[in-house]
């Protein structure tokens, strides 16, 4: 029987950017589950617990960094790591992200290449 296949959370209020990134860690071997806000992924990562969430900073009903806040617990207890994806610029947005433990900040627009190669990294 082959290793379980790891999880990847996408949380992200664009349809599109879900749809791209999920298809491109599918195609890799990833089992890829999607929330929309911050409230759904946190009931997704209790419930389901993956490797990795991708989380975008600006989202209605709960945005990405209270996401990461409401999230330490679990993140303490299983061990995932966090990618931030915005398309804010903002410098304190980024400080924030690389404050947190096992989190990297990536800025939208990013390559879906560049995305897999991290979780490649993590995952493998």
């Given at each position: 029987?082959?290793?379980?296949k ?12 879900i ?6 860690l599918?195609?890799a071997?990833y ?14 990562i ?16 709960l945005?990405?960094k209270?996401?990461c ?7 303490q207890?299983q ?15 980024r400080?924030?992200a690389?404050?947190?433990?096992k ?10 290449k ?11």
């Amino acid at each position: 029987m082959g290793a379980e296949k790891k999880k990847v959370l996408i949380v992200d209020d664009e349809p599109y950017v879900i749809r791209v990134v999920k298809l491109k860690l599918a195609n890799a071997g990833y089992e890829v589950i999607t929330a929309s806000n911050g409230l759904e992924a946190l009931q997704k990562i209790e419930a389901m617990r993956p490797d990795v969430v991708i989380s975008d900073v600006n989202m209605p009903k709960l945005g990405g960094k209270e996401l990461c806040l409401r999230a330490i617990p679990f993140k303490q207890e299983q061990g995932f790591l966090t990618i931030v994806i915005t398309s804010s610029v903002d410098k304190a947005d980024r400080d924030w992200a690389q404050s947190l433990d096992k989190t990297v900040f990536l800025e939208k627009p990013f390559s879906p290449k560049e995305l897999l190669k991290i979780i490649d990294q993590y995952c493998g």
